[in-house]
């Protein structure tokens, strides 16, 4: 008999309504999602309901209905379950300024419920992986934002978390710690779920086992990455167009990218037909898919193309 | 065992290793030794029938121990109200949250790191004494245990039970702002009285000291104080030896109310703390037709005249943009109490107003005013106004002004009726005191950068002044002649402009 896989996370019709002035507005509406062990990328735009549905799954929220289930249990009824398993790095987050790096660590560990030796060797491990150990002993209130955001990263994997929401973590961080970090997390994917929110699609594209797309609190899109890929594989095109043509383009289809080339532009074009008779077809990339989903000009195309 | 131990080493360290730590210390030892005159002082603090007991561990322990029973609990509990506030502030909240942290241990942990902070206070409070009574030499022998004991068994549990109730003020949602502070000045005030006169504290210490004096000099007919009192110059004060006394069963058992007290409130606070969640579904409750028609007809038609006044001068646009910054977010229940307290003013009797009403009218406006001076710094939007705003100072002045007619509106009914009646003495110190108020209000908020300073201080003295009638602290005046004999209405004005211009000094250097 075939083994059934054991789904860590299941979000079951998770929805929650927060109030905006005298009306109820739903951040997330009847969202539904499984987790499986590896890097999940959540996308979505700015005010998508993504950071709402991580303080949800951090068990910080209580939403206003659905269920969530970790590793078979409840976690609304009983979000201690998941907290000693969880590591949590929010998109806004602060440290106790006043104490060192290493202090601010082993309070993290402390509320973790780690013991000293452990959590001290935890410790040095992930400063010198986060190559912090310079600054180990200087005050929080003297690092800089990509400094402040590692020590975030580093209080987050602390507990060796099986669950681990991180949104946003690569804001504030240079090229280099960036890719840094995509590599770390790409080291810890393996038996462990990994949710990585972002609006920064190149930062999940090479790391993330499957996406989830979120618009307007709900769930668009949930697949592999390379399934995602192949949605949109016979939808994009690229095409070289002039300066004047360039402004009408944009207005009548997705552009995922464009480069100046000479006195003409190469553009990226997301688009469920060819855009012009010159537009040659083209591989698909995670950001055409992204768009493709996201974006309001996709039901254009579809009524430019009835017409 | 651990958690809870990291817990309070973080949250201890980040508290006193703030500069604001070292000022607390060197503030209350400067207290303490300003508690303990010499003899030939300008004035007197613990005064038992015209005599005090010489400057001896015994004497200075129990008056230590009465000082702090009575002053430490205002004090204390605004200093160590932040401890959840901090970790909100600073976003730490976010990172605790999602950790198996239970909100008992979090909050035990918050309550132990302020009872460490309180102890500190009065460590060195002690640790000030002894150096008092080195200094006045009047006994150099130094005995710790009658310096330390009323310490443990009168100022302990006090501090304990003021731990828990910041905590507690801190978890419940409506005491977490400025209606808590003004809350707690009112608690305290109100527990003064069952202090000094408690069977068991040291109410009943107070009663047997002053039965020992009357035994001791039974001719002697001089006066009682235990708070500030200028020395009289026909009353030499006198002293005398106290031997002291040793603890007993009955103040240990006095002990148990405020032990109580701590654990209630502890109790409270676990049951009411959010755990740093928003709440999820709030409360969707239409709007009354009360408030719809208070919006309409008082609020937008009194914007209308605002902006239609406010056209022609650029610092008048402004005037009504901080006016407009002021006034959002308050409830419109609060624009109806206004509204009630002016139409009071126009028809209770003037003594009434005078000393009651209109009093109540400005406090009424304590937690708007309070916002004078920091909005920016709350609002993080310090830099955003630096390179935007024209000019500081008028930017400082329509603050200012937002201000003042803000407690204008407050007064409105009165002010319409002394005009009417033409008590102009009055209307000028209708002005004077709102000038006050509102320079007090700025000055605190832009100096600490925090609501919590003006609504304490505003609030104590607000209460010793128009409503105690306290002449040196009255800035209204309600004892309109002697105010005006003593000079107070000048000293006031004279104050409000310095701090006006402090303030506005400040913030354009910023």
């Not at chain 1, 040095?124 to 209130?141: C, E, F, I, M, S």
């Not at chain 1, 537009?279 to 992204?290: G, I, N």
């Not at chain 2, 009465?66 to 109200?81: A, E, H, W």
């Not at chain 2, 000079?487 to 104050?495: D, L, S, T, W």
Request: aromatic share 12%.
């Amino acid at each position: 008999m075939k083994r059934e896989v054991i789904m860590l996370l299941d979000v079951q019709s998770l929805s929650h309504q927060y109030q905006s002035g005298k009306h109820a507005t739903f951040a997330i509406k009847s969202l539904s999602l499984q987790v499986k062990p590896g890097i999940l990328g959540l996308l979505g735009s700015n005010g998508a309901g993504k950071s709402s549905l991580m303080r949800i799954l951090a068990t910080i929220t209580k939403p206003s209905e659905g269920k969530i289930f970790w590793q078979g249990q409840d976690i609304i009824k009983s979000p201690q379950l998941l907290r000693s398993e969880l590591g949590y790095l929010p998109q806004y987050f602060g440290v106790y300024d006043q104490l060192s790096g290493v202090e601010f660590l082993q309070y993290m560990a402390g509320m973790k419920g780690l013991n000293d030796s452990v959590a001290n060797q935890t410790i040095d491990d992930l400063l010198n992986k986060l190559n912090l150990t310079h600054a180990a002993h200087l005050p929080l209130k003297g690092y800089s934002g990509g400094m402040k955001q590692r020590i975030g990263i580093a209080q987050a994997l602390l507990n060796d978390p099986k669950l681990l929401i991180i949104d946003e973590p690569t804001v504030g961080l240079d090229p280099q710690e960036r890719a840094n970090f995509r590599q770390l997390l790409t080291e810890l994917a393996d038996e462990r779920c990994i949710i990585f929110s972002t609006h920064i699609v190149a930062d999940v594209e090479s790391i993330a086992d499957h996406i989830a797309i979120m618009q307007t609190g709900e769930l668009i899109q949930y697949d592999s990455t390379s399934d995602l890929q192949a949605k949109v594989a016979n939808k994009c095109w690229q095409l070289t167009a002039s300066f004047t043509e360039l402004k009408q383009i944009q207005h009548d289809f997705i552009v995922s990218h464009s480069l100046r080339k000479g006195d003409k532009v190469e553009l990226n074009i997301v688009a469920d037909f060819s855009p012009d008779e010159r537009a040659v077809s083209r591989a698909p990339t995670l950001e055409d898919a992204y768009l493709y989903y996201t974006s309001n000009k996709r039901t254009q195309t579809h009524f430019m193309r009835a017409s | 065992m651990n958690t809870l131990w990291q817990c309070i080493l973080a949250d201890f360290k980040q508290r006193t290793r703030q500069q604001s730590f070292i000022v607390t210390l060197l503030s209350m030892s400067v207290l303490t030794l300003l508690f303990f005159p010499s003899l030939d002082a300008q004035y007197q603090t613990l005064v038992i029938n015209g005599y005090r007991g010489i400057y001896n561990s015994e004497w200075l322990g129990i008056c230590l121990a009465m000082l702090n029973v009575l002053f430490l609990p205002i004090i204390c509990f605004y200093l160590i109200k932040n401890g959840l506030e901090l970790d909100r502030q600073s976003m730490t909240s976010e990172l605790i949250a999602a950790t198996p942290v239970s909100k008992l241990t979090y909050l035990f942990s918050k309550w132990c790191t302020n009872v460490f902070i309180l102890v500190c206070i009065v460590l060195v409070m002690l640790f000030s004494i002894i150096l008092i009574q080195l200094y006045y030499g009047e006994s150099y022998q130094i005995n710790i245990w009658a310096l330390a004991w009323p310490q443990l068994v009168f100022v302990m549990p006090m501090l304990l039970a003021v731990a828990s109730l910041a905590i507690m003020f801190e978890s419940i949602k409506w005491l977490k702002g400025g209606v808590g502070n003004v809350v707690y000045f009112f608690l305290w005030t109100a527990s003064i009285v069952s202090t000094v006169e408690s069977v068991s504290g040291i109410g009943s210490l107070l009663s047997q000291i002053e039965a020992e004096v009357a035994e001791l000099f039974p001719l002697q007919q001089g006066s009682t104080n235990i708070g500030i009192n200028i020395a009289n110059e026909t009353e030499k004060i006198k002293t005398f030896i106290w031997q002291g006394i040793e603890p007993t069963a009955i103040h240990l058992l006095g002990t148990m109310p405020l032990l109580l007290v701590c654990l209630i409130c502890f109790i409270f606070a676990v049951i009411y703390f959010d755990r740093f969640s928003k709440n999820s579904l709030p409360e969707n409750k239409p709007t009354s037709w009360l408030i719809k028609t208070v919006n309409t007809h008082v609020i937008n038609r009194l914007d209308a005249l605002f902006v239609i006044l406010a056209k022609p001068f650029s610092f008048t646009r402004f005037l009504r943009l901080e006016l407009k910054l002021l006034l959002k977010g308050h409830s419109s229940y609060w624009i109806i109490g206004l509204l009630l307290l002016n139409i009071i003013q126009l028809f209770i009797s003037q003594q009434l107003l005078v000393s009651m009403v209109l009093p109540i009218s400005w406090l009424w406006c304590v937690l708007v005013l309070s916002q004078l001076g920091q909005l920016e710094k709350q609002a993080n939007t310090v830099e955003l106004i630096t390179y935007s705003k024209k000019s500081a100072v008028l930017q400082s002045l329509a603050s200012y002004s937002a201000g003042w007619v803000v407690l204008a509106m407050a007064s409105s009914g009165s002010l319409v009726r002394f005009a009417f009646m033409a008590e102009w003495i009055l209307l000028t110190q209708i002005f004077i005191a709102i000038s006050f108020s509102v320079s007090l209000a700025y000055f605190c908020g832009a100096f600490t950068g925090t609501k919590r300073m003006f609504e304490i201080l505003y609030t104590a003295i607000w209460y010793i002044g128009p409503i105690q009638a306290a002449l040196y602290l009255d800035f209204f005046g309600v004892n309109s002649a002697a105010s005006w004999q003593a000079g107070i209405p000048y000293y006031f004005a004279a104050i409000s402009i310095v701090l006006l211009m402090l303030t506005v000094r400040a913030k354009s250097t910023h």
